[in-house]
């Protein structure tokens, strides 16, 4: 009698996934406490670089809820000045 198996493919989406939010919620959780901490030694520079790098995750948060969709983002082009000649 024949075997069935499962495709390799759906079975890497179905645990990719969850482990990949897991993850982005770790290292956006590590990144903040890291901030946290060279906010509070003084040195915001590095506070400022480690919430950086927590960002990036919590936008891999948002992206990966939404389905890997991008949200639309309104142009914000500045506006030129028409000349008129006259």
Partial sequence: ????????????VRTR???Q???AQRNYERYVELARAEAL???LI??????QHAEHYLRSMHD???GGRL?????????QRLRHSG
């Fill in 1 to 12: 009698m024949a075997r069935r198996t499962r495709s390799p493919k759906s079975k890497v």
């Fill in 17 to 19: 996934l969850p482990r």
């Fill in 21 to 23: 939010s897991q993850n």
């Fill in 41 to 43: 030694k003084g040195d």
């Fill in 46 to 51: 590095a506070a400022e670089n480690y919430l």
């Fill in 64 to 66: 990966e809820a939404h």
């Fill in 71 to 79: 949200s639309p983002q309104p142009a914000t082009w500045p506006k």
